[in-house]
């Protein structure tokens, strides 16, 4: 073999090893990747069915409810809402009528099934997402309410 087919077959070598660990790369990336969610767009069917995705909102108030490790609430954008069961343990800056996001997915009933449950860190901290998506759904509900 010629000196110059052997530098052609280690650079399509290369190329092609190369090609490979991208594709690993970019699967990796794309099972690992999580997307937010408002409870008006789950409940519009937009999150997707049977991936992890992120729903975020405020936790509607009288809504939670423990035994045990099990916990159950509301999150709301106050245009609607979307039940949320967790098990484990809440973070200590949980409560009800505060921001919340959870990573989890739907189940076949359409309730989500929470593996995290986030709480904001402080008292003016909202999640860009989540203010975005509660402005949003606060200008809807007040051009519902403006409608005859």
Do not use: C
């Amino acid at each position: 073999m010629k000196p110059r087919h052997q530098r052609f077959l280690w650079i399509f070598a290369g190329v092609a090893v190369l090609a490979i660990a991208g594709m690993f790369v970019l699967n990796a990336f794309q099972s690992n990747l999580v997307f937010f969610f408002t409870p008006t767009q789950v409940s519009k069917g937009e999150a997707p069915q049977g991936r992890a995705f992120r729903v975020g909102g405020m936790v509607k108030e009288g809504s939670l409810k423990k035994d045990g490790e099990k916990v159950e609430f509301v999150v709301t954008d106050t245009l609607n809402e979307i039940p949320v069961f967790f098990q484990g343990l809440l973070p200590d800056l949980f409560k009800e009528g505060k921001g919340v996001v959870a990573q989890g997915k739907l189940n076949a009933q359409n309730q989500f099934m929470a593996a995290e449950v986030l709480a904001k860190h402080d008292e003016n901290y909202m999640p860009p997402e989540a203010k975005h998506a509660m402005d949003q759904a606060q200008a809807a509900k007040a051009a519902q309410t403006l409608k005859p």
